[in-house]
C-alpha cells in the first residue's frame, strides 16, 4: 500500500499559470520534503517542513512555494512556472529530524510539463 | 560540507550476473549514515540499503549488499543475481547523524544501471 502518495501524476501547465502539487503521507511522519528533479540528475531539496516548521533552502526560487494545512498534506505551490521549471517533483517523509538509520520514503513523484 | 560522487553514469550487467555501483564520499562529520536508492523510469525513488559510519558490519539486504570501506570513503553497492526488473537508476546518498543537521540527504549523480537478458 502507498504511503506517501502524489498527485497527479503527470501535469501540464501553461507557461506563467501557477499549478500546485500535491502530496499527502499515511505515515504520520513529522518531516515532509519537495525535491525538484531534472532530467538524468540527482534529486534537489526545494524545502521541507518539519511539523508546521518551514524550512526554505537558500538557493530555492521565490516562485516556489509550499503549504501544509495538517500532519498528513502538503502542497507545492509554483506561481508562475516557467520552462525551466519543467522536471519531476518528489515528495518523502520522515519520521523526524535526528539521526539514525530512518530513510527518507518517496512518493511516486509528479511529472511537470510547461507549455 | 557533502560531497557523493557517483563515477559511472551508466552501465551494463548480464542477467544473472553480479554488478558492483561506485560511491564515494567526501565529508568532516565524524558520523554519517549512507544510503542508496534505485529509481525505476516510472520515477519513484525506492530504498534499498543503509550503512552507518560506525556500524562494524557491511550492511546486507536480500540481494543488496554495501562494501563499505570507511578509510577509502566509498560505500559501493553490490547487486547479485541481477535480474531485468533491477534495470533503473541507482543513487547514492548521505546525511550527517547529529541531531543538529537534520535529515538532509546529499545525493550523488546517478548510475544508470541496465542489464541484459
Known amino acids: 500500500d502507498a504511503m506517501v502518495i502524489q498527485n497527479p501524476r503527470y501535469q501540464v501547465t501553461q507557461f506563467g499559470k501557477p499549478v500546485t502539487l500535491s502530496c499527502s503521507q499515511t505515515?504520520?511522519?513529522?518531516?515532509m520534503y519537495w525535491y525538484q528533479q531534472k532530467s538524468s540528475q540527482a534529486p534537489k531539496l526545494l524545502f521541507h517542513?518539519?511539523?508546521?516548521?518551514?524550512?526554505n533552502e537558500a538557493d530555492t526560487p521565490d516562485n516556489f512555494q509550499s503549504r501544509r494545512p495538517n500532519t498528513s498534506f502538503c502542497f507545492l505551490d509554483i506561481r508562475s512556472p516557467g520552462l525551466g521549471d519543467a522536471a519531476m517533483y518528489l515528495c518523502?517523509?520522515?519520521?523526524?529530524?535526528?539521526?539514525?538509520?530512518?530513510?527518507?520514503?518517496f512518493g511516486d513523484g509528479t511529472r511537470l510539463s510547461i507549455l | 560540507a557533502q560531497k557523493i560522487t557517483q563515477t559511472q553514469p551508466g552501465m551494463f550487467v548480464q542477467e544473472k550476473e553480479a554488478v558492483t555501483l561506485d560511491c564515494t564520499y567526501d565529508t568532516s562529520d565524524p558520523s554519517y549514515g549512507l544510503f542508496w536508492y534505485k529509481q525505476p523510469s516510472s520515477g519513484e525513488m525506492i530504498f534499498l540499503i543503509y550503512?552507518?559510519?560506525?556500524?562494524?558490519q557491511n550492511a546486507t539486504e536480500g540481494r543488496y549488499s554495501l562494501n563499505f570501506q570507511k578509510a577509502r570513503k566509498s560505500a559501493n553497492l553490490v547487486i547479485s543475481a541481477s535480474q531485468l526488473g533491477d534495470s533503473a537508476m541507482y543513487f547514492c546518498?548521505?546525511?550527517?547523524?547529529?541531531?543538529?543537521?537534520?535529515?538532509?540527504?546529499?545525493f550523488g549523480g546517478g548510475t544508470r544501471l541496465m542489464v541484459k537478458p
Open positions: 505515515l504520520n511522519h513529522n518531516v
Open positions: 546518498a548521505m546525511r550527517p547523524l547529529n541531531n543538529n543537521a537534520g535529515n538532509m540527504l546529499t
Open positions: 517542513y518539519y511539523d508546521k516548521d518551514f524550512n
Open positions: 550503512q552507518g559510519s560506525y556500524d562494524q
Open positions: 518523502a517523509t520522515s519520521r523526524d529530524l535526528a539521526g539514525g538509520n530512518q530513510p527518507q520514503h
